[in-house]
């Protein structure tokens, strides 16, 4: 038996019909498979971002809005914490190094961030082209950043590109900065970035450079910092010896005057939102398929009635019950599986497509990618579809011939 | 010699499936009839007269409320569905008055579509006496759609398609009524041509005088009666 040259001749000859349905099953699972994807993607992306950022220190507050402004350099209000909590940390035999975070800064709309040369090697895992920030008249340029190795510029207040005339009002003259390195691309919004050293940017806003200003280190940039100059700072990464000294120092610098918390701690709370995300939109894609899925069973019931003669003169023929039942699964069977697969690569493709929107809004490295989780949601719909198909097919293998006759 | 078909006490009802004891008359009444090995044989009638419900009997379609039908010593009246089915397949061919092709497949798909019901793959046998049959029917090409054909040549391509697995009984309802008289006639001469061969036989329902007049026996339905059988002049 083969129903197959027969259900071909009828998606041909219903082609506007079967492609609506195609297109209608398609969209469906796009959702589906587009949620999952992109959800998965963000996950993936912010985590990866976080990566470098071992533990976050910094005043009592928002944890979120810490993680925002440190890993992701969104702009955020934080306070700022003690400098001479720096020193202290530093002096820690729990931490292998703790680089100050200073923002406020920008040139044309990219964020100036200040730190140590020590960051900026581990944050590029020592894979500058060029070489690190030696003074504060020098800066490392982030992947994407759009200055080059040589390029001088001067920082603006805040956050924002600024219009010329703005920016004018809003620089900080005689402040002029060059480029000697560019970080590799590390997926995170840091390539979007200019890293400067943290004295620089102390130094533009006249506070106190971390350095005794009449001693040997007072022009110097990084770590050892002298506790009796350093101003407040919003944030502190700490890169802890080991796993096990990392949670010692996270219930250490959980004080009255600071708090420390891994960024994954805040992830898990922002996914566990994102989850219930997905799974009310898991429900009414669900919802969305099952009525697809309904619609469509209604309109091959409907098409059905348009196969009878057609059906009957098989019958005449001598065509058994069972091949009329394979042609009207199989038609059914067809359009939800082709509607499945061009869903699943259209939902792959509107994920890739926001993720890439994403990225270019953020910085965050976020790649969509087909997994066993939407490969399992089309195989879903698949396999409600084929069960579904069952329907008009054994209505059809029921149908006495004479039925089938339009007398 | 076995007659080729034997009707006894055949009695079809339409009607309320509720109410077998219907008073409605009987849409078909046939106490006796019987078809020679061979025949080539017509039967007409006005419309509503049961001639589609007669050939519906006798292909096995339509079981009836009562009587035997006998094809060849086959007593398909008391077949189960699915036996009737593989009867059917074997012995008899159908032409319609519509054709009935598909029109997305070509001559030749449309003449091998009863052997799928059976086959995964078209035995090259049965291909290549598909070829034969539609070149015998004046199709020069067996891989013109159906729909591109005129409505004769798709008759045509019906009547190989009702040849191909050689059934012994070709049946056929109307089949030129939906025809002009030169494709009427073509189809005559081949239906004709095909009846001349050795155990073939040929039960016609039609309408068309041209057919009837060439024909062996005619029989008249009225009112699902069916009249004494005549030869033709």
Do not use: K, M, V, Y
């Given at each position: 038996m083969n129903p197959f040259v027969l259900i071909l001749a009828i998606l041909r000859r219903h082609r506007l019909i079967t492609l609506l349905f195609v297109a209608i099953v398609a969209l469906s699972v796009a959702l589906g498979v587009g949620v999952l994807s992109q959800e998965k993607a963000l996950r993936q992306g912010s985590t990866t971002a976080a990566d470098k950022f071992d533990i976050i220190v910094g005043a009592p507050g928002s944890h979120t809005d810490l993680l925002l402004s440190s890993v992701y350099l969104q702009p955020k209000q934080v306070e700022l914490v003690d400098g001479k909590l720096l020193a202290e940390i530093a002096a820690n035999p729990d931490v292998q190094f703790v680089a100050p975070l200073a923002f406020g800064d920008n040139y044309a709309g990219q964020p100036i961030v200040g730190s140590t040369p020590e960051f900026v090697t581990y944050l590029s895992d020592d894979q500058l082209t060029g070489r690190v920030f030696e003074r504060m008249t020098e800066a490392v340029a982030g992947a994407n950043a759009s200055l080059e190795i040589g390029d001088t510029f001067e920082p603006s207040h805040g956050h924002g590109e600024l219009t010329e005339e703005a920016a004018e009002e809003a620089g900080h003259e005689d402040f002029e900065i060059e480029i000697v390195g560019r970080m590799p691309v590390?997926?995170?919004?840091?390539?979007s970035a200019i890293i400067s050293s943290v004295e620089s940017v102390w130094d533009i806003h006249d506070l106190p450079m971390g350095h005794d200003p009449s001693g040997p280190r007072a022009e110097a940039v990084g770590a050892p910092f002298d506790a009796a100059f350093l101003p407040g700072i919003p944030a502190a990464i700490i890169k802890p010896t080991s796993f096990g000294a990392a949670y010692s120092l996270r219930s250490e610098y959980r004080t009255a005057a600071t708090t420390a918390f891994f960024p994954a701690e805040v992830l898990l709370q922002l996914y566990g939102l994102m989850g219930d995300v997905r799974v009310i939109m898991s429900f009414l894609t669900l919802a969305t398929q099952i009525l697809v899925l309904l619609g469509i069973l209604a309109g091959i019931l409907a098409l059905m009635q348009l196969f009878r003669q057609q059906f009957f003169v098989l019958r005449a023929m001598g065509a058994p019950r069972l091949y009329l039942l394979a042609v009207m699964w199989g038609y059914s069977a067809a359009l939800v599986l082709v509607g499945s697969a061009v869903g699943l690569v259209l939902g792959w493709g509107i994920s890739a497509g926001l993720a890439s929107w994403v990225t270019e809004k953020t910085g965050i490295a976020i790649a969509a990618q087909l997994g066993i989780a939407e490969l399992t949601s089309a195989a879903k719909v698949v396999l409600a579809g084929w069960l579904l198909a069952l329907v008009p097919a054994g209505l059809l293998y029921r149908q006495p011939i004479l039925e089938q006759h339009q007398r | 010699m076995t007659p080729l078909l034997q009707v006894r006490d055949l009695t079809v009802r339409f009607g309320d499936r509720a109410s077998p004891q219907s008073q409605l008359p009987p849409a078909l009444a046939i106490s006796d009839w019987q078809l020679e090995a061979g025949a080539v044989a017509a039967v007409r009638g006005p419309s509503g007269a049961g001639k589609s419900t007669l050939l519906n009997v006798l292909s096995g379609l339509l079981p009836p409320q009562q009587g035997t039908v006998n094809w060849l010593g086959t007593e398909i009246t008391q077949l189960k569905e699915g036996e009737r089915d593989r009867w059917r397949r074997k012995n008899i061919g159908f032409i319609f008055q519509d054709f009935h092709?598909?029109?997305?497949?070509?001559a030749l798909e449309n003449v091998l579509q009863p052997v799928r019901f059976d086959h995964w793959r078209c035995p090259p046998e049965l291909r290549r006496r598909a070829r034969d049959l539609l070149a015998q029917c004046s199709?020069?090409?067996?891989?013109?759609?159906?729909?591109?054909?005129?409505r004769g040549q798709q008759q045509r391509v019906a009547v190989a398609r009702a040849l191909l697995k050689n059934p012994p009984i070709l049946l056929a309802d109307e089949p030129t009524a939906s025809l002009d008289r030169a494709s009427a006639d073509a189809v005559i001469k081949l239906l004709l041509d095909v009846a001349q061969r050795p155990e073939q036989s040929l039960l016609v329902v039609s309408h068309d005088e041209v057919l009837l007049q060439q024909l062996s026996q005619v029989c008249e339905l009225v009112e699902g009666r069916l009249l004494e059988g005549q030869a033709a002049s």
């Open positions: 590390t997926g995170t919004p840091w390539d | 092709l598909i029109p997305e497949l070509s199709i020069p090409r067996a891989h013109q759609l159906a729909n591109s054909l005129s």
